[in-house]
């Protein structure tokens, strides 16, 4: 059976200007079969199915068509037959493509109108919104070195610590000695003592100087 509830979606759906003047089926329409299929899209899109040109469920037929979208069913039914002529659209029981016809619902009956394009995006998207719930695209896997944000390593934060220790530059106590003082902390501590140093040592070049 097919699920007649509606679907929450967008009121409105993406228009490809480029691929709609591109479309060479399309263009070997007359203009008015490309306003009947702009009208047809319409409903496609509202259908619960989407994609799939079905009023409630149900098949519309040319006069139902005709009274839905303000035309007559005498000039309806040659326009619908020039969009099929033209292969615009794909018809279920009829011959489709392969990836097409995977998508075509279980239980979808004979004889509905639907656009290919309208059917793959909306596979896509389901792809897409799917992945995206598992946390991206499954076939991707994390890089060996942790990817932007690894976690800490703590064998590295142990070396760390042993060389803070060991080397111990500028006479600075150990974290031994003084357990309250982060590594941040004593880092910042060994920037002021080489900056003094450095002050040092410019002050000794210029009295040097002025001596000579």
Known sequence: MVDRR?????????????????????RMCSYAARGLWVDLLSLMHESATYGFLLVEG???TVRQLAGLLGGS??????????????????????????????????????????SRRMVRDKAKADCD????????????????????????NAQRAEVREQMF?????????????HPAVPIAAREGLEGHARD????MVFDLAAKKRAQQ
């Open 73 to 114: 069913e005498r000039k309806i039914k040659p326009l619908l037959m020039e969009l099929g002529k033209a292969n615009v659209y794909s018809v279920t029981g009829k011959p489709m493509p392969e990836d097409v016809e995977a998508l075509v619902p279980t239980g979808m009956p004979d004889g509905v109108i639907f």
């Open 165 to 177: 220790d060991e080397g111990r530059p500028n006479g600075l106590p150990s974290e031994e000695h």
């Open 6 to 26: 509606p679907e929450k979606r967008q009121p409105w759906m993406k228009w490809h200007t480029r691929d709609w003047r591109a479309d060479v089926p399309l």
């Open 58 to 60: 149900v098949i519309p």
């Open 196 to 199: 003094a140093v450095q002050a």
């Open 129 to 152: 919104r799917n992945n995206g719930g598992l946390g991206g695209n499954p076939g991707l896997k994390p890089p060996a070195n942790g990817g932007v944000n690894p976690q800490a």
